[in-house]
């Protein structure tokens, strides 16, 4: 026994000495470190055979011999990549070992806890009629001219020279970890779902030229309809989550408007990580609510994976780490504890708070190559991604401080913040609903003003610009401005929901314990937190950078209707729930029949005619557009100006987007047809004047085909909006050349 130790101590100084004898020769000195690899892997296979046959403890002792070595690796290639890379996945290797050791430790330590999953009150067979009806009409609606449309920037995914999804899944076959990198998001999961397609179509075959107009749609269905199945499947777990939540009555009625809104449904046929954030970011923060209400540790592992799973797709997701944080002061405000109950309340959530963290990191890591050759895009898409970017500093020092008196303080620090936000929280149960009403009631008169104090168009057309800390658009303005896509995205019925849902927080007693009145004001802490970090990092969020909010809004809505449902229960026995949800689902069904196949371009009835919530569109339109100029005599040797690129991806003739004066007459003056759109109409015409300010030579007046309103030919409006247009107009009645 003795000269086992002897030899496992001798073997670990030898490979934390082959460790800096590599790390001195390649990183500093530049000469070949050969005799030093051989003492790091013969001392690491030594070491594991002899701990091996041991068989005692060995996991535990090859982390506590190896780690002198992997503080030393650790140290180096966070400041030099110039060592091999296996240094990098062994080191992965070892974190990996260490955090599955405390996983095992935690999950040996809750035994006691309950680990079946809790199953829903009611899988009745009218609720699965009702889901079944809900998850066909969804993929149904979604199928439909699938393939048939061009959309924002998913061209970098597809077919560009950045062919983000081909590339990383030719790196993976190639084994070149460094570059599986999609892209800054980093929107690994798109690649993962939409990836599978490559077995049969090849985007990148269209990067230079799309000769073959059917083949090229038949690469975005192939492409977009992954991502369908996988959004229509996932309606379940939506409801599963929410029934362990909420009365399943609740849990049906959230489903059917998220299931049917033309929002979620459009964003799910577009190739980019925003078609998933709506499911992996609402799903993990309803896990994480799931944990906290049922106290079952198999949440807790299902947080943890989906929040992997979140940042995976966008660097939005990491909002989640500092609401969990939130979430430890404001949850108990719902219940009465004493001191000692909040203190281990606190203790315990703490300890499952880091487990979903480490958990959530491991899938982070096994599911994106890259990390396992550079760890520092761990940090990249956590804690030094975009949202944190202004404020890691700060949030680094407040987990270091926490641990500190996690582990030598017994969290005194945590529970005496908790208690006495205990003694206030009658103040702040009544100031989130009261908040969230008094935005929703300044937004709605602002949109029907007749002063148009708040120019919402002028300031979605530019969300990362507008906010000025000292011009145009104030801060109230910004934030009034970011519910104008959330209330006027939804449908009328979703609205009169969240009416409901507010006038019945206030009337119940706050004071008294309900999972409902609990689940359903943080879901109204969380919309407003992220509306305050989003104009806090300058960005005025768009109907797509909240699209994760609109699942949030729904589940609040059907709070609300269920509510609305017991008060008039109350008066007459023969109201049936069913009647409500049969109406929201007849209404729901025609809404989409009527804006399909532009979904996206959804507004509600409610909206005046003359607004939009997107005044920049996703694409909507581009596809029709191109085949009605298809149509047209000798279309293949038409010359097309288009503001909208993809109306020229499928168009046969030659068509083109220039706007500087180069471009423009290279392939001009003899454009037979322009196609102008409400969506770049802003971006063209201050384009336009710019540079005929700039330029007295500038002879292209772009800005007329707008300003001008010359006669079109042919006109669509997605979403049934006039002011939403797309027009194609002959060259014979503008000359945006001389002006006249």
């Known amino acids: 026994m003795k000269r086992y130790s002897i030899t496992k101590y001798i073997c670990a100084i030898f490979l934390f000495a082959g460790t800096i004898g590599v790390i001195v020769t390649k990183a500093f000195l530049f000469t070949s470190p050969r005799i030093f690899y051989a003492v790091f892997f013969v001392s690491l296979l030594t070491l594991t055979v002899l701990l091996f046959k041991k068989r005692i403890n060995f996991i535990k002792n090859i982390l506590i011999l190896t780690i002198p070595t992997e503080i030393a690796l650790l140290l180096v290639n966070n400041f030099t990549h110039k060592l091999h890379w296996i240094f990098d996945v062994m080191t992965g290797i070892w974190l990996l070992l260490l955090v599955f050791t405390i996983i095992r430790r935690y999950h040996q330590n809750h035994k006691k806890d309950v680990l079946m999953f809790k199953t829903p009150k009611k899988y009745t067979l009218i609720a699965l009629a009702f889901l079944i009806i809900v998850m066909s009409v ?97 309606l379940l777990l939506f409801y599963h989550i929410l029934s362990t939540l909420l009365n399943p009555k609740i849990s049906l009625l959230a489903t059917v408007f998220i299931g049917l809104s033309p929002i979620l449904l459009g964003v799910s046929r577009i190739i980019n990580p925003d078609a998933l954030s709506w499911i992996f970011i609402p799903l993990t923060l309803l896990s994480y609510l799931a944990y906290l209400e049922t106290k079952n540790i198999r949440w807790t592992y299902a947080t943890g994976f989906l929040l992997g799973l979140g940042l995976l797709t966008k660097y939005i997701t990491n909002l989640l780490f500092p609401f969990f944080f939130i979430l430890l002061f404001t949850y108990p405000f719902f219940a009465i504890y004493s001191k000692e109950q909040l203190r281990d309340f606190l203790h315990k959530s703490l300890s499952h708070l880091g487990i979903v963290a480490l958990i959530s990191l491991v899938t982070f890591y096994i599911f994106y190559p890259g990390t396992w050759v550079k760890m520092d895009r761990l940090l990249l898409g956590t804690i030094w991604s975009q949202p944190f970017e202004p404020i890691w500093q700060i949030f680094v020092i407040f987990i270091f401080t926490i641990i500190l008196d996690y582990f030598f303080n017994k969290s005194s620090i945590i529970l005496w913040i908790a208690f006495e936000l205990q003694k206030i929280k009658k103040f702040f149960v009544i100031l989130i609903p009261l908040i969230f009403l008094t935005t929703i009631l300044a937004t709605i008169y602002f949109t029907f003003s007749s002063t148009q104090s708040i120019n919402f168009e002028h300031i979605l057309f530019s969300p990362k610009t507008s906010i000025n800390w000292g011009g145009d658009t104030t801060i109230p303005q910004a934030f009034v401005t970011s519910f104008y896509p959330l209330i006027f995205g939804i449908s009328p019925f979703a609205l009169l929901g969240v009416f409901f849902a507010l006038i019945f927080l206030f009337k119940k007693d706050m004071g008294k314990y309900s999972t409902s009145n609990n689940i359903v004001w943080h879901l109204l802490l969380f919309i407003i937190i992220f509306y305050a970090g989003s104009l806090f990092s300058t960005t005025i969020p768009t109907a797509r950078y909240q699209i994760i909010l609109y699942p949030l809004i729904f589940i609040v809505s059907g709070y609300g209707w269920y509510y609305f449902y017991k008060v008039i229960q109350k008066h007459t026995k023969k109201f049936s729930f069913y009647f409500i949800i049969i109406t929201i689902l007849f209404f729901s069904i025609y809404t989409l029949f009527t804006v399909k196949p532009f979904y996206f371009s959804y507004n509600s009835p409610l909206l005046p005619n003359t607004q939009l919530i997107n005044p920049k569109d996703m694409g909507d339109g581009n596809y029709e557009i191109a085949q009605y100029l298809n149509t047209l005599p000798d279309a293949k040797n038409l010359n097309i100006w288009s503001d909208k690129r993809g109306v020229c991806t499928f168009f046969v003739g030659n068509c083109v987007s220039v706007i500087r004066k180069a471009d423009f007459i290279k392939n001009g003056p003899n454009y037979d047809y322009f196609v102008i759109s409400k969506g770049r109409e802003a971006r063209t015409v201050d384009l336009s004047r710019a540079y005929s300010q700039m330029r007295e030579d500038y002879p292209v007046r772009l800005d007329l085909l707008y300003t001008n309103n010359p006669k079109p030919i042919y006109e669509l409006n997605p979403g049934n909006r006039s002011v939403n247009y797309i027009k194609v107009i002959p060259s014979e009645n503008i000359d945006v050349w001389r002006g006249e």
């Not at 061009?150 to 590339?167: C, F, G, H, P, Q």
């Not at 460094?178 to 929107?187: E, I, N, V, Y």
């Not at 599978?196 to 107009?213: E, G, R, V």
Request: hydrophobic share 40%; net charge neutral; charged share 25%.
């Open 138 to 234: 969804h993929f149904s609606f979604g199928f439909y001219h699938l393939g048939k449309a061009a959309y924002v920037d998913e061209r970098l995914w597809t077919y560009s020279n950045e062919k983000r999804i081909e590339k990383y899944w030719n790196n993976i076959l190639e084994m070149d970890w460094k570059h599986t990198r999609p892209s800054d998001k980093p929107g690994v999961t798109l690649a993962f779902i939409s990836g599978p397609s490559l077995i049969f179509t090849t985007p990148s075959d269209f990067k230079d030229t799309i000769m073959d107009k059917q083949a090229f749609e038949n690469m975005l269905f192939a492409m977009r309809l992954p991502i369908l199945i996988f959004s229509t499947i996932f």
